[in-house]
């Protein structure tokens, strides 16, 4: 059997590559941070006259818009670096560097969940960064919210790697990114609690209500809005958790090499 | 033992045939209905150079990713040093070292990066990795490029990474798949003298997968590939010993072209 201490080796590898990766691609670094802050900056600021929040759970009083949104934005950016974990793993596996990954020794199942725990990890980088900005737009949660939001964090950040990981198996080519932009994440993000609270939508649309109510990203956003406020919402944390499960188990059977899609898929000679 | 270890000590029963270092035994693989390998039988033995020769499309990445666990053939065993990759797919791979067709370096990263992480994926410290590693790019040349990003390397020196990456945990069998391709004259010599040397010197295993027929020399293996059938599997110096001691690359390109020599 292989040792723990070589398992943890291989775990801080993987991490270690991703991150490296991240800040050696500058692009990828900037628009990571740059996307919220232009949304905060741009939709709330328009929005702020227009949509005024009432006193809904986790807020004690009435809060400005862009503190309602902030929550949804730390979830997009998860979501954001889901979706780009899984277009790496795409372009990864055209470029063969996903092959690399699976011919080493240890367990498919190990190595898939260093590469989406490598994801996460520098997904919550890249929240607290957002975070420490937006606390100059007056966005200040107490002080513990800080500390709370991190389990909310790893869990949710599980949840959108898994959901990359699935889709990073469906995907043959990279040009298929652009569909993935629209009938995932857009979706995704708009039919959810980030822009709007839910009692809203339903007064508008009830069956965008219930889309709204199964799409795992509105619960990844409720749980993270309730952590920032020192508050566990656990309906939200056992929909999160049983999502990340149900994606986990379809990522796994994607590419276990028996029955995984690369044995439908021939690859080029 | 653990599947790690394995790759430094594979020492096989001292009481029967030496154990080859690859095994390929009546693969078959299919996607779909479109018949890839069929019923395909070879084996490398530990310090041979075994040249697996075919056209496009013959099936040589498809049986060097049933070899790499990337999936499972149908039908066949596939063994390495005795472990079979089903059944013990962890202590298999650990005795492999593959260069892929395409580049897999990280461009982005230096040349040390890059071959961390490759030794990190085999559960090395980065302590025990060093030496390795620095062992392996000064007998490549590379020494002084350590530091460099990929990006700035050219094809040939890529390639050369790409080989050092692959002997950093010691493999005794390596596997490479077309890896001369794109490359100039020189970084082709360089390395296939590299990595012949490998299989004199350490013993190491070696199945070289290409079209190019000026890549076989006299002590090698010949696998012949064609639509996925082995046609032939014999010595280099047999098969020119039987076309009349004609020149061996001319005796492989009637091979490859027309099925006979």
């Not at chain 2, 004199?200 to 027929?213: C, D, K, N, Q």
């Amino acid at each position: 059997m292989i040792r723990l201490a070589q398992y943890g080796r291989c775990l801080a590898g993987v991490i270690r590559r991703e991150a490296l990766r991240w800040v050696h691609q500058h692009g990828r670094f900037v628009s990571a941070l740059v996307r919220p802050l232009v949304w905060l900056l741009i939709f709330a600021t328009g929005f702020h006259f227009v949509l005024g929040v009432s006193i809904i759970p986790p807020y004690e009083t009435y809060i400005p818009y862009e503190v309602y949104i902030a929550p949804g934005l730390v979830a997009m950016i998860q979501l954001f670096n889901g979706m780009t974990s899984s277009l790496s793993i795409v372009y990864d596996r055209e470029m063969g560097s996903m092959r690399l990954l699976m011919v080493s020794p240890f367990p498919r199942g190990f190595l898939l969940s260093a590469k989406l725990l490598a994801g996460v990890a520098v997904s919550i980088v890249q929240v607290y960064m957002f975070l420490a900005i937006a606390w100059f737009w007056d966005i200040a949660p107490p002080p513990v919210g800080y500390l709370a939001v991190l389990p909310a964090l790893v869990i949710s950040g599980l949840m959108l790697g898994a959901l990359g990981l699935v889709l990073s198996s469906f995907i043959s080519q990279l040009e298929n990114f652009a569909s993935v932009m629209n009938f995932v994440i857009f979706p995704m993000f708009f039919a959810s609690s980030a822009l709007y609270p839910l009692w809203r939508v339903k007064e508008a649309s009830p069956s965008v209500y219930w889309i709204s109510e199964v799409n795992p990203f509105t619960h990844a956003t409720e749980l993270i809005r309730f952590a920032l406020y020192g508050r566990l919402n656990a309906p939200s944390l056992a929909i999160v958790a049983a999502y990340t499960a149900l994606f986990w188990i379809i990522a796994i059977r994607a590419y276990d090499p028996g029955r995984g899609l690369a044995v439908r898929r021939p690859v080029a000679e | 033992m653990s599947a790690i270890e394995a790759a430094t000590v594979y020492t096989p029963a001292a009481d029967t045939a030496p154990v080859p270092a690859l095994s390929v035994e009546s693969v078959s693989h299919a996607f779909s209905s479109r018949q890839v390998l069929a019923d395909v039988t070879f084996s490398v033995p530990p310090g041979g150079f075994t040249l697996l020769l075919g056209l496009n499309g013959a099936g040589k990445t498809t049986l060097f990713s049933l070899i790499t666990r990337l999936y499972y053939s149908a039908s066949g065993t596939i063994s390495v040093y005795g472990h079979e990759i089903r059944r013990e797919p962890l202590a298999a791979l650990a005795l492999i070292g593959v260069v892929f067709q395409q580049p897999t370096l990280d461009l982005d990263l230096s040349v040390e990066q890059n071959l961390f992480y490759h030794a990190s994926l085999h559960g090395m410290s980065r302590h025990a990795a060093r030496p390795r590693i620095e062992e392996e790019l000064a007998r490549a040349g590379l020494a002084d490029r350590r530091r460099d990003k990929v990006r700035q390397l050219s094809g040939g020196l890529r390639r050369r990474v790409e080989l050092v990456r692959a002997l950093i945990h010691n493999p005794p069998l390596l596997l490479l798949d077309e890896p001369t391709v794109g490359l100039d004259v020189q970084s082709r010599r360089f390395l296939l003298e590299h990595v012949r040397g490998l299989c004199a010197e350490r013993g190491t295993g070696v199945l070289w997968a290409t079209h190019l027929v000026d890549e076989a020399s006299p002590d090698c293996q010949i696998v012949l590939l064609r639509h996925g059938c082995v046609e032939t599997a014999a010595p280099a110096a047999e098969l020119v010993r039987q076309a009349g001691n004609r020149n061996l690359a001319a005796v492989l390109e009637g091979l490859l072209r027309e099925g006979k020599p």
